[in-house]
């Protein structure tokens, strides 16, 4: 099963050092994470997924911020799932945390963890780094209950930035095979309308992050 997913030894590949110090520096630039999980506002004894759900450190977040809920969380790369293991351990939430190998384009959640749906599903900066993205976002949005709602939390378009640092920045991304998804919104739209939801859109430091809201009717 492994073997399949294509994607996942590059991530192993890029995270099996970085996934050590991962959280140290990515909190200088992964902005907006915190404002989309206070968001995220689950109902008393909710399902909250995590799909890319990498060190662990948002699931923590989301239990400690809501502590009546059941938390899941999928990704491709072993190394982080290893990562997040630990972390979750740690913070004692690991009796209300279920974390899986899986493609985030195509799963099971029923096989997995039991359920098929959830209340909330949040993708926290995976979006930009998922070649197969826009079909990540059509199976997260199947998986909702209704009245269920799926955030995403990801570079924006920059352009409010200015030019050599909007330039200098994508290079970078470049680098860790990173592509901000500038018709993210649209696309969001697009998935909603065509799924019976409604979608919300929220630009975060002039561009740099955006934070995008798909949710199912009740």
Known sequence: MLAK??????MDRVYRHQRHFYDATRKYYLLGRDPMIAGLNPHGKGSILEIGCGTGRNLVLAG??????????????????????????????????????????????????????????????????????????REAVSHLTPGGALHIVDFGDLKDLPGFTRTALYKWLEWYHVTPRNNLFDVADTIAAQTGCTSEARRLYRGFAWISVIRRKK
Do not use: C
């Not at 997913?5 to 590059?10: A, F, K, R």
């Open 5 to 10: 997913i294509e994607h996942g030894p590059l």
């Open 64 to 137: 400690e911020a809501y502590p009546n809920t059941s938390l899941y969380g999928i990704d491709i790369s072993n190394e982080m799932l290893a990562t997040a293991t630990k972390k979750i351990a740690a913070a004692g939430l690991d009796e209300r945390a279920h974390l899986a190998y899986a493609d985030a384009a195509d799963f099971d959640p029923d096989a997995l963890f039991g359920r098929r749906e959830f209340d909330r599903i949040f993708i926290s900066y995976a979006v930009s780094m998922i070649p197969q993205w826009q079909e990540v976002i």
